[in-house]
């Protein structure tokens, strides 16, 4: 098993004993001892009160205890979980844990050369009991360059009619074939919501306004790469959304109470793309996706980002990875903890190569793979030899 650490571990500011002897201590010293203690402890709780709401884990003390085994990613002897060739990339993955249907669910960018050798971009799924035997690729979207709908971000529950909901993007390259110069999306790619049941079966997509409803879809502009996170009371009555995505080369984020009405809170959060966002001791994490490597940052009101001072940077294990040696990117961080057999925060990340050019265009449209890593408290990754 290959770890690495990342972070030292978070340490709390604790109380000083007061060193005064008790003989000398006077009544009036005990009662201003007494005194500041109160303004401190009133001040701190003023302070919980302004964090926006963290969900705790189900079973917080049992996640807080040593590290134990975890018998589906022990046995996997490849960080790789799905692996591309010549002609077909897989990018951007998303994994969640089905507990209906007992299966992993890998939710990803497929990128195929057609038998025109026109380029086209998927949403796509993979289905796993174990994360070592994956279903092949099903498509979830129609074959039309002017769509290439991609790049799953994140899957919620809708509280209102108890629906998944998956946020996508557009990415239209038309009139892109094997061995042209490099492009990327056009300016008509946008941020995409679909509903399903049963993770299964999706519906039509339904357009995020990030911009709000006064503005029209022809102005909203370029973005890509949408993340939507459900912040309230709990995750089953969630008072406001956070739509994270990016725009001009930056992550910026809008906020809405129903995911219909979306009012732009936040620019320039960090440069970079692939947003991904949890919590975790009273702070959110943000892992994206800077020109190489996971980025990572840190903030208590999800506005306001600061670096992560120990990691500002994650590249796991990609100096002995020739299939990640081009760019190493796109880290989807999800929290399984309480998943039989798991019980750990899990990575998954798509790699590019082998090769090292990555403004190579097989490098960008094939090439690409899906890895695998995993942790006990976010600090220390480790994935399969």
């Known amino acids: 098993m290959v770890t690495q650490r990342h972070l030292h571990p978070f340490r709390q500011r604790g109380h000083h004993p007061t060193r005064a002897p008790r003989s000398v201590r006077s009544v009036r010293s005990v009662r201003s001892v007494r005194s500041v203690r109160s303004v401190r402890s009133v001040l701190y709780l003023l302070s919980l009160l302004s964090l926006p709401f963290l969900p705790p884990h189900p079973d917080a003390h049992a996640a807080a205890a040593p590290a134990s085994p975890s018998p589906l990613l022990d046995a996997l002897s490849s960080p790789l979980l799905l692996q591309g060739d010549a002609r077909t990339a897989y990018r951007d993955p998303l994994l969640v844990y089905d507990r209906d249907h ?26 796993s009991p174990d994360l070592q035997n994956w279903t092949p690729p099903r498509i979830l979207t129609p074959k039309d360059q002017n769509l290439n709908y991609a790049s799953p971000g994140s899957i919620i529950r809708d509280p209102a009619t108890g629906e998944y909901l998956l946020c996508a993007q557009t990415y239209p390259i038309a009139n892109f074939r094997r061995g042209d110069k490099l492009r990327f999306a056009d300016d008509r790619a946008r941020l995409w919501l679909f509903r ?20 029209s879809e022809k102005d909203t502009g370029k973005m890509i790469d949408p993340y939507i996170l459900p912040v309230g009371a709990s995750l089953a009555t969630p008072s406001l959304y956070y739509c994270f995505y990016k725009q001009d080369g930056n992550l910026h984020c809008s906020t809405s109470p129903d995911l219909k009405t979306w009012t732009p809170a936040a620019i320039n959060l960090a440069h970079g793309e692939n947003p991904c ?16 490597g996971i980025g990572v940052k840190r903030s208590r009101d999800l506005i306001n980002w600061r670096d992560d001072p120990d990691t500002p940077l994650l590249t796991l294990g990609q100096t002995t990875w020739p299939w990640a040696e081009a760019r190493l990117t796109a880290g989807y961080v999800e929290d399984m903890r309480a998943v039989p057999g798991v019980g750990k925060y899990v990575m998954v990340f798509h790699g590019s190569g082998p090769g090292a050019d990555r403004k190579n265009e097989s ?11 995993w942790s006990d408290d976010l600090k220390t990754w480790r994935w399969p030899k």
Do not use: C, M, Q
């Open 102 to 127: 007992h299966l992993f669910r890998l939710y990803y960018s497929y990128v195929r050369e057609e038998e025109d050798h026109l380029i086209y971009w998927y949403l796509a799924t993979s289905a």
């Open 277 to 292: 966002v949890i919590a975790k001791d009273n702070e959110y994490i943000l892992y994206y996706a800077p020109y190489n």
């Open 196 to 215: 399903s049941p049963d993770l299964e079966t999706w519906s039509a997509p339904e357009l995020i306004r990030v911009k709000g409803l006064a503005i």
């Open 363 to 373: 490098l960008e449209n094939a090439n690409s793979h899906i890895g695998i890593a």
